[in-house]
């Protein structure tokens, strides 16, 4: 628990600096620090660019973030809540350190200069980065380790919204997908300490000023059953453009992928050139369409707008996130619903920013599948009791329905395409959980191809080995020398054979593999296999039956604990 609220603390002073730094990199790209609600406004740094500053504004951040992220920390690349997800379910908790650093600066650049996306996820992945790193540092078990990557998800919730309930309600239903009394506890903790530190630095208020709510009748109930549908087809619609877009620069993209951003900058520049209120997250237009200053068609315009501002800013190689994208698309599909049912029935209904509101949380709702943290975060926001009904309602239609209508929510989609299903991973085995790198021993001493037989018998004899590595002159690992291959030898009178005549090609894994798929090559190999690292194919080490059994017999006194 203390370590929880050192976590807490740590996500909190990470949303400052983050905010921060994407008001600064904004005001360098932009020349002001909120430019979405500027209108067409020239750089104030670069006058006789004009306007048309913005088509420039995302290449050149893309060349200083695509690089970035494709040196150092490739899975900073993105929305950042799916790569949490999978440390948690697959990876034992395990985020490298420096995903915290690169993806804070390149998120503040690519929202900077311009990327349609959110500020969630890569606060939700850095606080997440720093509690794995905080558990690591002090040996803790893997599930501690998931505790404290969950802690750091909801402090960076709770500090970037002031919603300390909705940060520990997304902890649990998205990342850590468990409610049991000790996580609850300990989530809680972690959100309140982020969120005492955000209130120092920035006061009580919530982030967004949204209008009060109101129900006028309950004539508004099937409305707002109408609403709930919208919303779930609104949020599918997301998720299939947002993967869509990235397909197609997949299949297209031919360069570096450090250089992508940069040249996907151009399309992304030209669509802020025709609809400037889509640079960066956007909230000031956001709080303009709840509050009524933008016509419906308008309000559509914004609506889809957005969804292709997001979908291709993440689509080139940007970083961000999607938490708020979609919140900005439900108020303006709701706000919209609400103007045209208020000018059909004006008498019953409520104003339109009242259906805005609720549309921010039944998208949502229907994109994450999250229905409890959207109830949460937008009763938090608003601070209105009455809104809890209608906005239940219509997300639980929207959730619902677009469970219907699609397998997968935004964040495991991108998971499912690499054949990992993190919905069933609190049943799945140890095996697929523990790596080859927990397990593994240390490489026994290799020997060269021109070592004789009769010394390589005496090797084998004087070491508790079953097996040598047998490497060439450059040391490149050819094969290995087994006891059995020896013996065979030696009934052959084959006395004068080298290592490197009797040693035999084998089978490898790596050492971020895990021991599930570890186990379909080691089932092969009676003797056990090298380990060869993921950066450089190097023999790191050596893998046996023996070391995955005592790997597995750790692993379960862990979980016991």
Same mark, same amino acid.
């Given at each position: ?9 740590g ?10 730094l ?11 620090? $909120? ?8 750089h104030?740094?670069?006058?006789w ?5 913005v ?43 420096r ?20 500020? +969630?996820g ?8 720093l ?10 078990s893997v599930?501690?380790?998931? &505790?404290l ?9 709770s ?12 902890a649990l239903e998205?990342?850590l997908?468990?409610?049991?009394? +000790? ?31 109101q129900l ?5 109930y ?10 779930? $087809? ?8 947002l ?79 999607v938490?708020?994208?979609? &919140? ?11 103007? &045209? ?16 509101l ?14 409890i ?9 608003t601070?209105?009791?009455?809104i ?10 929207a959730?619902?329905l ?5 397998r ?23 095996m697929?959980?523990?790596?080859v ?26 070491k ?6 047998v ?19 030696m ?38 296999v090298?380990?060869?690292?993921a950066?450089?194919?190097?023999a ?8 995955v ?13």
């Amino acid at each position: 628990m203390v370590v929880a609220v050192i976590v807490g603390v740590g996500a909190g002073l990470g949303a400052i600096l983050f905010r921060y730094l994407i008001v600064s990199f904004t005001i360098v790209f932009s020349g002001s620090a $909120g430019y979405s609600a500027a209108g067409r406004a020239a750089h104030p740094w670069f006058p006789w660019l004009g306007f048309g500053f913005v088509v420039l504004a995302p290449v050149l951040g893309g060349l200083i973030y695509g690089p970035l992220v494709e040196r150092f920390a490739r899975e900073a690349r993105g929305h950042g809540v799916p790569e949490v997800m999978l440390a948690v379910a697959t990876q034992g908790g395990r985020i490298r350190t420096r995903v915290a650093t690169v993806k804070a600066l390149a998120s503040a650049i690519c929202i900077g200069c311009g990327g349609s996306v959110g500020r +969630e996820g890569p606060i939700v992945q850095i606080g997440s980065a720093l509690g794995s790193s905080l558990g690591q540092a002090l040996g803790f078990s893997v599930p501690r380790m998931r &505790l404290l990557v969950a802690c750091g998800a909801a402090g960076g919730i709770s500090a970037t919204f002031n919603t300390p309930i909705a940060g520990v309600f997304f902890a649990l239903e998205l990342i850590l997908r468990d409610f049991e009394t +000790e996580s609850f506890g300990t989530v809680v903790l972690a959100s309140i300490a982020a969120d005492v530190v955000s209130r120092a630095a920035f006061g009580s208020q919530p982030f967004l000023s949204l209008p009060p709510f109101q129900l006028v009748s309950f004539a508004e109930y099937p409305l707002y059953m109408g609403l709930g549908l919208l919303a779930a $087809g609104a949020g599918v619609a997301f998720i299939r453009v947002l993967y869509g877009l990235e397909d197609v620069a997949d299949r297209y993209w031919r360069g570096p992928e450090g250089l992508r951003p940069a040249v996907g900058g151009v399309a992304l520049g030209l669509l802020l050139l025709a609809l400037p209120q889509m640079y960066g997250v956007g909230y000031p237009v956001l709080q303009n369409g709840i509050r009524g200053d933008y016509v419906v068609a308008f309000l559509l315009v914004l609506l889809v707008g957005k969804l292709l501002a997001t979908s291709l800013t993440i689509a080139i190689g940007g970083s961000g996130g999607v938490f708020a994208p979609s &919140l900005f698309q439900g108020a303006m599909l709701g706000t919209a619903y609400g103007a &045209l049912v208020h000018r059909l029935l004006p008498t019953v209904t409520a104003p339109p920013g009242a259906y805005g509101l609720v549309g921010m949380g039944a998208v949502f709702a229907a994109a994450a599948r999250a229905p409890i943290t959207a109830v949460i975060i937008i009763f938090e926001l608003t601070g209105e009791y009455r809104i809890i009904l209608p906005l239940m309602f219509a997300t639980v239609i929207a959730t619902g329905l677009s469970r219907l209508m699609i397998r997968d929510t935004i964040y495991t989609t991108k998971l499912r395409r690499r054949g990992i299903d993190v919905t069933g991973a609190n049943s799945r085995s140890l095996m697929a959980t523990l790596h080859v790198r927990d397990a593994m021993q240390p490489l026994p001493l290799a020997v060269p191809t021109t070592l004789p037989l009769e010394q390589a018998i005496v090797r084998l004899a004087s070491k508790d080995v079953e097996a040598l590595p047998v490497v060439d002159e450059s040391g490149r690992l050819v094969g290995v020398l087994t006891r059995e291959m020896v013996e065979r030898s030696m009934q052959e009178a084959k006395l004068d054979a080298t290592a490197g005549q009797i040693a035999r090609p084998t089978a490898t894994v790596h050492d971020h593999e895990t021991l599930e798929q570890a186990l379909v090559v080691l089932v092969r190999e009676r003797s056990g296999v090298p380990v060869l690292s993921a950066e450089g194919g190097r023999a790191v080490g050596w893998l046996s039956h023996r070391d995955v059994l005592s790997a597995y017999a750790k692993g379960l006194r862990e979980v016991g604990t």
